[in-house]
């Protein structure tokens, strides 16, 4: 069920109506709600897994894929409160083994047991010996990386004893599956959601109009740059970057840059603006990426529930940067190789997160030695920008291409051709342009935006958001695409 969908704003609406109905009974509002989340999930994968070759029919597929989460949630709820009776070392780290183990199988079942097939049966080939790899007949679980990310996240801060275990089994089946954020977050710390559900949601109107204006603003970017990019440009150039000139080739590249940060920026609107209507905060998961002066500040404004997460639960315990020079820029590259791996089972991916590795080693380095070397004023800042900005575009290629072969194909046609325009419109100039600016929008005038559309009346507010429904639906494809990030 994708967010850019009616049957999604349909669902939307139906599950909005029936959670304030409920009044104040809490344990069956979250009853609700976790029965909505699951029936949300169970359609997707079911609608997913129809046109997949797998061992089961789809809808006994659907229902192996949820009975991973809910048995997932339950040995997680039961740890947690087992650590909280536990005072010895031992048996603490078991129960967490057991629960990190839970999540590491899934994964390793669905998401890289191919992966590693083929990888093995290469190596042993280039060795001499000729293995036929066993490939898995699976489809990859909506939204495993991130709800795997999540619940291993409670473990460790009980565990850690920064976290109180949670009181309510429903709330904790809530907190993995709400709907808004199942799929592909913002990752979401047990710590920011778990206090929300232990309460009364909050049900003021403007909380709810912001969260509508987060949405349709969200539906924008996804639909008018994010689609149409993608459509326009990117998915041509990158199937056959032969058949375009070098010109169209750097505008594809560039065009991807600015399609995935429409497309998963406006996602994390949406589902931010979705939990809104419910009361519930979501965190934050972008600022302005491709305005940062380097790639450490890239990552402070990419993803932001990613990359604080592999801070918090990677690279501090590999040691951080309190062992020298040579550890941080080890830890580095492990945790950004990990990162890279994570959002998919394949060497480019691999690739991809051993650029950042390498990148962000590169850019500590100058931070050390800045004190004799500094770059500064508002000429050097903008050089940084531009450079930090083409380095991730070249990574983008690795994320995008759909094999190694294909990147290095796409970045010899970068230097190769001439400088025409005669396959890709001009107006995919001028959408580039504007995702662009979108950057310079400072967040302020954002939010006055939001506050301003949340102090008008009701009747303005649905005129406006029937007339951007209108709008969108016309700037729609004939077929909408899928959220990039809804494949990890």
């Known amino acids: ?18 959670f304030w109905l409920l009044g104040r009974r809490r344990a069956l509002r979250a009853a609700f709600l976790v029965a909505a989340s699951y029936a949300f999930y169970f359609y997707g994968t079911w609608d997913a897994a129809r046109d997949e070759r797998v061992p089961l029919p789809a809808p006994w597929w659907a229902l192996l894929c949820l009975g991973v989460i809910f048995v997932g949630s339950s040995i997680d709820f039961a740890v947690g409160r087992a650590l909280s009776r536990t005072q010895g070392r031992a048996r603490r780290n078991a129960l967490l083994l057991a629960s990190i183990a839970y ?9 890289y047991w191919n992966f590693a097939a083929d990888s093995a049966a290469a190596l042993l080939g280039w060795l001499g010996a000729s293995v036929r790899p066993t490939h898995l007949r699976v489809v990859l679980p909506f939204g495993i990386s991130f709800f795997t990310f999540e619940t291993m996240s409670y473990t460790i801060d009980v565990w850690r004893r920064e976290l109180e275990p949670a009181d309510s089994y429903l709330d904790y089946l809530l907190f993995v599956c709400f709907f808004p954020h199942l799929v592909a977050g913002p990752i979401v710390r047990p710590a920011q959601m778990l206090p929300q ?13 912001r969260g509508l204006w987060r949405i349709a603003t969200g539906l924008a970017k996804k639909i008018v ?9 990117v998915n041509r150039v990158f199937a056959a970057p032969e058949r375009f000139s070098r010109l169209e080739v750097i505008l594809a590249v560039y065009g991807y840059a600015a399609q ?38 890239f990552w402070h404004r990419w993803h932001i529930s990613l990359s604080t997460w592999l801070r918090d639960y990677l ?26 791996l994570w959002h998919g089972a394949s060497w ?26 500094r770059v500064a004023g508002l000429a050097g800042r903008a050089v940084a920008m531009v450079a930090t900005f083409h380095f991730v575009c070249f990574a983008w290629v690795f994320f995008r291409a759909p094999t190694f072969a294909d990147a290095k194909l ?51 507010q649905g005129l406006m958001l029937a007339a951007t429904a209108i709008g969108l639906h016309m700037a729609s494809g004939l077929k909408p695409e899928p959220f990039v990030y809804g494949q990890f």
């Open 197 to 209: 559900l232990a309460r009364d949601p909050r049900a003021d109107a403007a909380m709810q109009a």
């Open 348 to 373: 480019n991916f691999v690739v991809w997160g051993a650029l950042h590795g390498g990148a962000l080693a590169a850019t500590r380095m100058w931070q050390r030695a800045r004190s004799t070397a």
């Open 260 to 297: 995935i940060y429409a497309d998963f920026s406006g996602y994390s609107d949406v589902a931010i603006g979705s939990a809104a209507l419910f009361g519930y905060e979501l965190p934050e998961n972008f600022d302005a990426p491709y305005i940062a002066g380097d790639l450490q500040d």
């Open 1 to 18: 069920m994708l967010f850019n969908s009616p049957l999604y704003g349909a669902f939307l609406i139906g599950t909005w109506a029936v």
């Open 225 to 233: 740059i994010g689609d149409y990019l993608a459509q326009a440009i």
């Open 315 to 340: 690279y501090k315990p590999l040691g951080g940067s309190r062992r020298g020079s040579f550890a941080t820029y080890r830890n580095l590259m492990i945790t950004m190789v990990l990162g890279g």
């Open 410 to 460: 796409v970045l010899e046609h970068l230097a190769v051709g001439g400088w025409t325009l005669d396959h890709i419109a001009s107006r995919v100039v001028l959408v580039l342009v504007a995702a662009l600016l979108l950057h310079l929008v400072p967040r302020a005038f954002e939010a006055r935006m939001r506050d301003r559309f949340a102090g008008t009346p009701a009747l303005v």
């Open 103 to 111: 999540y590491l199988g899934v994964l390793a079942f669905f998401k």
